[in-house]
């Protein structure tokens, strides 16, 4: 841009002196000549331009950052192929579109694919049956293109963690010598995480607009599944609380949960018990975030919440299904609705994260709750809201967050503006509960992309996010998100 800026000034200038009956009120022509060139040239810009260089200027680091990060507990090699091309190698061909929780059969991966496909929306799900689990693997290892990613929720975390460079990262879950190979030098293991083999998770991915029979794909996504009874279990916990005292972390960054919903209820629920025991005796000192996942059993939700396993972290993340499921498991706001029709609308978000942060968070001083954080993302943008007087650089988090997206989507280190499009909504109301909310509109610009606003003692702060047109790989934008925000934020 300094570039048109300067030749609009050379411009102007040599117009000046070559008519000389200008020179009486030059500078005032002058003056307003550029103002008005340099409005135009501004404007003339993409918006997806401005916003990203907007971006750039508002986001700075924390006052105060992390040094040693711990994360936990699942973790994995992601397959990946394409989605349509390895049911057609299986054999399978299009049909209904069925939502199964867990999966017993090829029948049920086509139906519950085609479902979730058809939505363009991610899923993960349990593949009960080990020995046909096996010999789909095996198909997909041997597809043409398949592609070995670093997986799981804390490997993806550890991984962009560990690439800021400032920090320790010690990664406590099952690694296996293929996922020990994919990790970045810096990430510390335990020698009691590594195992002889690895967990491979299934992904398949689709393309916005790629069909199947009838199915149309919205948008590019992907399903994810698997027989993983590490990472079920969720048996690297205890190493990691084992290995706090040495690493003596700041902040530490959980995930999992989601991998148990495959299992017996009653083995389920013994361990969920066992799991929020461990995660209570971490010193209350050290910052916990807790990283949700795609679940679908609402009884083994209510036994999260029941467990009060929310009530004993500092910050959650997940993004719109998650939300609407805990919402729709503890008979919150919106709980009626059966799946958000596009985009999620904003005012319902914030009132679903508001009734978070009030039934299970620590909005007074006699509620015996640590969570004071949420970070909420969807496709078209993004939220965090916190209690006031415990998290600070909020502005930065999301904006960091959403900056993210936008590059690893399409494979680029920064933001290429001529690879995204703004498609999030730009005005909304706050609310569609609070009247006094509800009857005021927020108005988001690309050059003031963070919208901040205030119920009760509460504080939410949102900003748009920039699609990919053609994205690269879908997998783990949501660990990055979440571990980018994380980066930039300070705890009080």
């Given at each position: 841009?300094?570039r048109?800026?300067?030749?609009?000034v050379?411009?102007?200038?040599?117009?000046?002196?070559?008519h000389?009956s200008c020179?009486?009120?030059?500078?005032?022509?002058?003056t307003r000549?550029?103002?008005?060139?340099?409005?135009r040239?501004?404007?003339?810009?993409?918006l997806e331009?401005l916003?990203?260089?907007?971006?750039?200027?508002?986001?700075?680091?924390p006052?105060?950052?992390?040094s040693?990060v711990?994360?936990?507990?699942?973790?994995?090699v992601?397959?990946?192929v394409?989605?349509?091309?390895l049911?057609?190698a299986?054999g399978?061909?299009p049909g209904?579109?069925?939502?199964h929780?867990?999966?017993?059969?090829q029948?049920?991966?086509?139906e519950?694919?085609?479902y979730?496909?058809?939505?363009?929306?991610?899923a993960?799900?349990?593949?009960?049956?080990k020995?046909?689990?096996?010999?789909?693997?095996?198909?997909?290892?041997?597809y043409?293109?398949a592609?070995?990613?670093?997986?799981?929720n804390?490997?993806?975390?550890g991984q962009?963690?560990?690439?800021?460079?400032?920090?320790s990262?010690l990664l406590?879950?099952p690694?296996?010598p293929?996922?020990?190979?994919l990790?970045?030098?810096q990430?510390?293991?335990?020698?009691e995480?590594l195992?002889?083999m690895?967990?491979?998770h299934?992904?398949l991915e689709?393309h916005?607009?790629?069909?199947?029979?009838?199915?149309n794909?919205?948008?590019?996504?992907r399903?994810?599944f698997?027989?993983?009874?590490s990472n079920?279990?969720?048996k690297?916990?205890e190493?990691?609380?084992l290995?706090?005292?040495?690493?003596k972390?700041?902040?530490i960054v959980l995930?999992?949960?989601?991998?148990?919903?495959g299992?017996e209820?009653e083995?389920?629920?013994?361990?969920l018990?066992e799991v929020a025991?461990?995660?209570?005796?971490?010193?209350?000192?050290?910052?916990?975030h807790?990283?949700l996942?795609?679940?679908?059993?609402?009884?083994?939700m209510?036994?999260?919440?029941e467990?009060?396993v929310?009530?004993?972290?500092n910050?959650i993340g997940l993004n719109?299904?998650?939300?609407l499921?805990?919402?729709?498991?503890g008979s919150?706001?919106?709980s009626?609705?059966e799946?958000?029709n596009?985009a999620?609308d904003?005012?319902m978000v914030?009132?679903?994260?508001?009734?978070l942060?009030?039934?299970y968070?620590?909005?007074?001083?006699?509620?015996?709750?640590?969570?004071t954080?949420?970070h909420?993302?969807?496709?078209?943008y993004?939220?965090?809201?916190?209690?006031n007087?415990?998290?600070?650089?909020?502005?930065?988090?999301?904006a960091?967050?959403?900056r993210?997206?936008?590059?690893?989507?399409c494979?680029?280190?920064?933001i290429?503006?001529?690879?995204?499009l703004?498609?999030?909504?730009m005005?909304?109301?706050?609310s569609?509960?609070d009247?006094?909310?509800?009857a005021?509109?927020?108005?988001?610009s690309?050059?003031?992309?963070?919208?901040?606003?205030?119920?009760?003692?509460i504080?939410?702060?949102?900003?748009?996010?920039?699609v990919?047109?053609?994205?690269?790989r879908?997998?783990g934008?949501?660990?990055?998100?979440?571990?980018?925000?994380?980066?930039?934020?300070?705890?009080?």
């Amino acid at each position: 841009m300094w570039r048109v800026a300067a030749g609009v000034v050379l411009l102007a200038v040599g117009l000046f002196f070559m008519h000389p009956s200008c020179r009486l009120e030059g500078p005032q022509v002058l003056t307003r000549f550029l103002s008005q060139s340099l409005a135009r040239s501004s404007a003339e810009q993409p918006l997806e331009q401005l916003l990203a260089e907007a971006w750039d200027s508002m986001i700075i680091p924390p006052n105060v950052g992390w040094s040693r990060v711990a994360v936990g507990v699942n973790a994995c090699v992601d397959v990946v192929v394409c989605g349509v091309g390895l049911l057609q190698a299986l054999g399978l061909v299009p049909g209904t579109q069925v939502d199964h929780d867990t999966l017993q059969s090829q029948e049920d991966l086509r139906e519950t694919f085609s479902y979730f496909m058809e939505k363009g929306v991610a899923a993960e799900r349990f593949f009960a049956d080990k020995e046909l689990f096996k010999n789909i693997a095996a198909a997909a290892l041997q597809y043409p293109g398949a592609k070995h990613f670093v997986g799981g929720n804390a490997a993806l975390i550890g991984q962009k963690l560990g690439s800021s460079g400032n920090l320790s990262v010690l990664l406590c879950g099952p690694v296996g010598p293929k996922l020990h190979e994919l990790l970045d030098d810096q990430i510390i293991v335990p020698p009691e995480s590594l195992q002889d083999m690895d967990e491979f998770h299934l992904i398949l991915e689709y393309h916005a607009g790629e069909s199947w029979g009838e199915i149309n794909a919205p948008n590019a996504n992907r399903f994810i599944f698997s027989h993983d009874t590490s990472n079920a279990e969720m048996k690297m916990l205890e190493t990691l609380v084992l290995n706090l005292e040495e690493f003596k972390p700041e902040l530490i960054v959980l995930s999992g949960l989601h991998m148990m919903e495959g299992q017996e209820e009653e083995e389920r629920d013994r361990r969920l018990l066992e799991v929020a025991e461990l995660i209570s005796k971490i010193p209350n000192e050290i910052s916990v975030h807790l990283e949700l996942a795609s679940m679908t059993d609402t009884d083994y939700m209510n036994a999260i919440v029941e467990q009060q396993v929310l009530t004993i972290v500092n910050s959650i993340g997940l993004n719109e299904q998650e939300l609407l499921f805990i919402s729709q498991a503890g008979s919150g706001p919106h709980s009626t609705q059966e799946f958000w029709n596009g985009a999620p609308d904003v005012g319902m978000v914030s009132d679903i994260i508001f009734w978070l942060l009030k039934e299970y968070g620590q909005t007074d001083q006699t509620k015996e709750s640590d969570l004071t954080r949420i970070h909420f993302h969807t496709l078209t943008y993004h939220m965090i809201a916190v209690i006031n007087g415990h998290w600070s650089n909020q502005n930065s988090s999301v904006a960091a967050g959403a900056r993210v997206a936008g590059s690893q989507a399409c494979g680029t280190d920064t933001i290429d503006p001529t690879k995204v499009l703004l498609k999030s909504p730009m005005q909304f109301v706050l609310s569609q509960m609070d009247k006094t909310l509800k009857a005021k509109k927020m108005t988001l610009s690309p050059t003031n992309p963070v919208g901040v606003w205030h119920r009760e003692n509460i504080s939410f702060f949102i900003t748009p996010v920039m699609v990919c047109i053609d994205p690269v790989r879908t997998v783990g934008l949501g660990d990055s998100i979440s571990a980018e925000g994380l980066l930039y934020s300070g705890r009080l």
